[in-house]
């Protein structure tokens, strides 16, 4: 059965539009343009932190985030950038009686406002920065295995991305859900991966709690 169900954030719960626009703005680069080559970094396969490479070779990203933050221009989100579907789909989750949890790759500082927007919402919210561990790394699913209170088999693991939620969820012995939206899984979605590694593929993460219904009532 699936007792637990864990989030990505980035492009799962959040739609990163404002952010990437924001960072086009610092870099002083046309939106189209930056968006333009975010896509054509992450169709060759490449980190998408190339594309700060590409405008601005040596660019920190640490470092640019800090200088941000001193100018009053820190990256920031909030409910209006949340993917319309959310409330819904983990009211509906947690109706049904399963243990909710957000976890990514995200700075303490983003960590701060998820915990404003989602604390009464879900039973834990974790960070890489919280635990010295990003994805792909199996170290980061081992942090969410230690914290979850269900067996690994148990756990369902939902992104945006074969290659940074996916394949190292499933490799780390979770169920996996694969949300069809953002540029990664828009890029992805086709290949013979994106269509059998995946427990679920879902457009909307309103289809998760009766799929996850209909998955538990067969395992009985």
Known sequence: MIRAVIFDVGECLVDETTEYSSWADWLGVPRHTF???FGAVIAQGRDYRDVFQEFRP???LYEEREKRAGVGKAETFGEADLYPDVRDALAALRADGLWLGIAGNQTVRAGKILR???SSAVDLIGTSDDWGASKPDPGFFDQVAEVVPAARGEMLYVGDRIDND?????AAGMQTALVHRGPWATIQWNTEEAQKLPTFRVDSLTELAPRIRQFNGREH
């Open 166 to 170: 996916i394949r190292p969820a499933a």
């Open 116 to 118: 404003e927007l989602f």
């Open 35 to 37: 968006h333009a080559m």
């Open 58 to 60: 040596g660019f920190d």
